[in-house]
């Protein structure tokens, strides 16, 4: 339930946000929320300790994956003087 | 004469008679060839001509002579002319030769009896000595059936070559040589040398390689150039020749028809020899066509001769039953004459069933031999064979009404009227009259006599005002073929063709002389423009005077050398056939038309050949310039005349006495010398040879009498000129008109056929053009239409739809390019939204 309502939060801070570093935020929240999932899972189910060992693994990401997030921004506002994600259109059709 | 002997000498005779037939052809052959090769300037292929004619006069002359010789020459002395009347014996045949003729008289005969037809001997002593006791076994054949057609000596006859075979009908080219044959060849192949030799000097304005010939003129208003064609004009003489000949010796009556064709042929050629003028080529295809229209009649004739004959030959033959296929059984088949008139001359007619029973060489009536019924054929039928043949001798030979072509056919040069319209083509008509005899009914004869009759008036009245001097002779010509005509149909049988002979002699050699005057005269050819030609042209005057003398049958009266009287060849046969018709009309008095017009044409012919003589060579000079360019012709023109007027004077020495009618009378159809009793049911009756003999005198003396009266009435009129023929031509107008305008006949022709053929073409080109055009111009409008209208359809409706596609494509992109905003929060709404809606349909469509 707790995990649920992280990652619902986390997808509409994502959806919403105009900011970009508020949607990396969301992402985390995305992230952290599957993470519980899985931990209740390791509780509550037969995966155990498999689900200890893919939070673990989780988490890992999470921190690699907002590294590069942090990257891209960075480059995004050397770019565009802003990190507003409403301004990166450039790949519209 | 026993059989082997009868064998050989017939193959002998065949193939003398084959080489002397087949060497024009060779000729023509060469000539073509060479002709195409050879240079136009040399005359070799005249020398080709003469020579191969020569030496078929040299190879007709031996046969006639080996034919004499092998038959002991009983023909000149089986004559009867001088005979008293014997009883005709039991075999008909022999009737003439048991008579006790004037031994004396005959002897006389043949020893003046010049060495005319070729290089024969004549055999005195043997005549003297054997005579008698001979002529029943030469003249006989009662010991083999051969040649019962004849009175006299058996004719020989067989097969060159079998062409083909149709059930009981074979067709082949056979021959038939009795003493008319041989004497044929000798007269056409004499005639043809002559004229051969003549024609070396007329036609030698064509050995040049540019001709101009006045009477074609071009468009730009020149004369017309050509090259020569003399060698072209021997190689269709050649052919000519070739042609005559078969007909002559043609042994069964299809091959005379194809021969027929062929003379045609070669007379359509030779008359459209100057191809360019108008006048010439109409008048070639007048020619022919008016032939055709009288072959049209032979061909009748002789589907009836084989539906009822079931054979085409005119003597008896072998032919191959066949009674199982692989055998073979030969028998032995009469032919056409003894078919009709058996072995005494007789038609055998059942006069209620209305036919007439077929026999065979004994006498006995044909059967069959299944179901033993005696073949027959209806008389009418027999009537109709005989008509429709003879309608091919109507066009052949210009009578009455298929006349109009000859004149016409002046066109051609000279040498052609000479040889082909004077001597033997013209001939041919009345060679197979004459040589058909036995098949013609009495009622057919009255036919040919009342068509000879009616043509020999006519044209001699037309020859009275005609003033191109070679129409003179055309019209004559046609008028004396009148007379053969006339005397075949009264049974004169041995009369009209004495006069065939000596006619072609006489009129060849007129036809020459002419052609020797028209290139003296440069060309002229009109008689008025002419006049007073005897001093500059004495050859040519003086043998035309020989020929014009000779037609008219002039003689001197009461005067008479070793017993003949002083005539030319003319007086005999025209004294024959005279005496004949007069024969015919005192049995049968109602036809005395028959004897009364042929003795007033005869004083006609006389008058207008002795005007043709005046007008062209008597008198002042008419034209002076013409006059002062007359020459005389070189020695190969003058010379032919000069032996054609030896024949003409002479060929006919001792009238019926003499060795020419001997010789023909040889070949007289059997029972023709005994006459013929007119049949119960009405019909005509023939004289016999001894009706003949009892008015001959009186029908001599009417004839000389009308000859001479005509003769003096044209030299008052042109010689003397004591009265002017242009008073006489004004006062009789209308009678003049007509004349000259050929009776009409031309002006009728053209309305009768003429026109109506022109309209019935135009109505099918009328056809043609509207109909059938229209059907195909139509076709192709439809067809274009069509096209148009799914070029129409391509364009709309299926590019429409490709169209479509492609447009509709376009559409879809364009509106799917839409979704892609670049709005990244987007983008996140339909990653989460799409999670969403997958695990609900998971767990929608597969619930654990």
Redesign the interface.
């Known amino acids: 339930m707790v995990g649920a309502v992280l990652f619902v939060a986390g997808?509409v801070c994502?959806?919403?946000?105009?900011n970009g570093i508020g949607?990396l935020m969301g992402v985390e929240l995305v992230l952290n929320g599957a993470n519980v999932n899985f931990v209740a899972f390791s509780r509550y189910t037969s995966l155990a300790l498999d689900g200890q060992i893919i939070s673990l693994f989780v988490i890992v990401l999470a921190a690699a994956e907002a590294a590069v997030a942090l990257a891209i921004a960075l480059n995004f506002y050397n770019n565009h003087m802003t990190i507003d994600?409403?301004r990166?259109?450039?790949?519209?059709? | 004469m026993d059989p082997e002997t009868h064998q050989s000498v017939g193959q002998t005779l065949a193939i003398l008679l084959a080489v002397a037939w087949l060497l024009p052809l060779a000729g023509f052959a060469v000539e073509v060839l060479a002709g195409y090769w050879s240079n136009r300037l040399s005359k070799a292929a005249a020398f080709l001509a003469v020579g191969c004619i020569g030496t078929g006069f040299v190879c007709s002359a031996i046969a006639l002579g080996y034919w004499g010789v092998q038959t002991e020459w009983a023909a000149l002395s089986a004559t009867d002319s001088h005979h008293a009347e014997a009883g005709v014996d039991a075999e008909g045949h022999d009737g003439e030769h048991q008579d006790s003729h004037d031994h004396d008289g005959a002897d006389a005969h043949h020893d003046d009896a010049h060495d005319d037809e070729g290089d024969h001997q004549d055999d005195d002593a043997a005549h003297a000595a054997t005579d008698d006791a001979d002529h029943n076994a030469a003249g006989s054949h009662g010991d083999e059936a051969h040649g019962h057609e004849h009175a006299g000596t058996p004719a020989f006859f067989g097969t060159f070559y079998q062409l083909a075979r149709f059930g009981s009908l074979v067709i082949g080219i056979d021959y038939y040589i009795d003493s008319l044959t041989l004497v044929m060849f000798v007269m056409v192949t004499l005639i043809a040398t002559c004229i051969h030799i003549f024609a070396i000097g007329y036609m030698s304005d064509e050995l040049t390689e540019d001709y101009v010939d006045h009477q074609v003129h071009t468009a730009d208003g020149g004369h017309f150039h050509r090259p020569g064609r003399f060698y072209r004009f021997f190689s269709y003489m050649s052919l000519f020749c070739f042609s005559m000949l078969g007909l002559v010796i043609a042994g069964n009556i299809f091959q005379v028809f194809i021969f027929w064709e062929l003379v045609g042929i070669c007379s359509y050629l030779l008359i459209g020899f100057y191809v360019e003028r108008h006048s010439a080529s109409t008048a070639a295809n007048k020619a022919f066509i008016m032939n055709r229209v009288g072959d049209f009649g032979f061909l009748i004739g002789l589907m009836v001769i084989w539906t009822y004959f079931g054979t085409f030959r005119f003597a008896e033959h072998e032919i191959d039953r066949q009674p199982a296929p692989g055998v073979s059984e030969m028998v032995r088949v009469p032919g056409i004459f003894e078919m009709v008139r058996g072995n005494d001359g007789q038609l055998d007619v059942d006069a209620e069933a209305g036919v007439v029973y077929l026999r065979d060489g004994e006498g006995q009536r044909l059967v069959d031999p299944e179901s033993d019924a005696p073949y027959t054929i209806p008389y009418m039928l027999l009537v109709v064979a005989g008509l429709g043949v003879f309608a091919g001798c109507i066009g052949k030979s210009a009578q009455f009404p298929l006349q109009t072509w000859l004149p016409d056919a002046m066109e051609g040069p000279t040498p052609v009227s000479a040889l082909v319209h004077s001597a033997t083509m013209v001939a041919a008509g009345v060679y197979l009259a004459g040589r058909f005899f036995p098949v013609f009914t009495p009622d057919v004869l009255l036919v040919i006599a009342y068509i000879g009759c009616i043509t020999l008036f006519v044209a001699a009245t037309i020859a009275v005002v005609a003033t191109d001097i070679k129409r003179v002779l055309a019209y004559s010509t046609i008028s004396q073929l009148g007379y053969m005509m006339l005397a075949i149909g009264v049974a004169g049988w041995a009369a009209g063709l004495f006069h065939l002979i000596t006619h072609a002699f006489f009129k060849s050699l007129m036809f020459l002389a002419s052609g020797s005057v028209i290139v003296g005269c440069h060309h002229e050819q009109e008689m008025p423009r002419m006049g007073g030609l005897l001093k500059k042209m004495p050859i040519t005057g003086f043998t035309m005077l020989v020929g014009v003398v000779a037609i008219s049958g002039l003689a001197i009266p009461l005067i008479t050398i070793f017993g003949e009287p002083i005539a030319l060849s003319g007086f005999h046969s025209k004294d024959a056939i005279v005496a004949t018709s007069l024969a015919f009309t005192k049995l049968n008095s109602i036809h005395t038309l028959l004897f009364l017009v042929p003795l007033v044409t005869a004083g006609l012919t006389a008058f207008y050949m002795f005007r043709l003589w005046f007008y062209t060579f008597w008198g002042e000079p008419r034209d002076q310039e013409l006059h002062d360019h007359v020459h005389e012709s070189p020695w190969v023109m003058t010379g032919p005349l000069i032996v054609l007027a030896f024949f003409a004077a002479c060929c006919a020495i001792g009238g019926e006495g003499g060795v020419l009618f001997s010789l023909l009378s040889d070949s007289e159809p059997v029972g023709l010398g005994a006459g013929y009793a007119a049949m119960d049911s009405g019909g005509v009756a023939h004289p016999s040879h001894d009706n003949v003999h009892a008015v001959h005198s009186t029908a001599g003396n009417l004839a000389l009498l009308a000859a001479f009266a005509g003769t003096i009435i044209a030299y008052l009129l042109y010689g003397a000129r004591v009265v002017d023929p242009g008073e006489i031509r004004n006062q009789m107008r209308g009678v003049h008109s007509f004349l000259v305008e050929k009776w009409q006949f031309d002006k009728l022709y053209d309305a009768m056929f003429v026109r109506p053929v022109h309209v019935v073409a135009s109505w099918f080109a009328a056809f043609d053009r509207i109909v059938l055009d229209g059907i195909l111009h139509g076709s192709a409008k439809a067809a274009i239409d069509v096209s148009k209208w799914d070029r129409r359809f391509d364009e709309s409706v299926i590019d429409g739809m490709v169209n479509l596609v492609g447009d509709a494509t376009f559409a879809i992109g364009r509106s799917l390019?839409n979704v892609?905003?670049?709005?990244?929060?987007q983008y996140?709404?339909f990653i989460?939204v799409g999670v969403l809606m997958l695990f609900v349909l998971l767990f929608a469509f597969f619930p654990k």
């Open positions: 997808i994502m959806a919403t946000k105009r949607v994600v409403d990166a259109e450039e790949l519209h059709g | 390019r892609q905003t670049g709005q990244l929060r996140v709404m989460a």
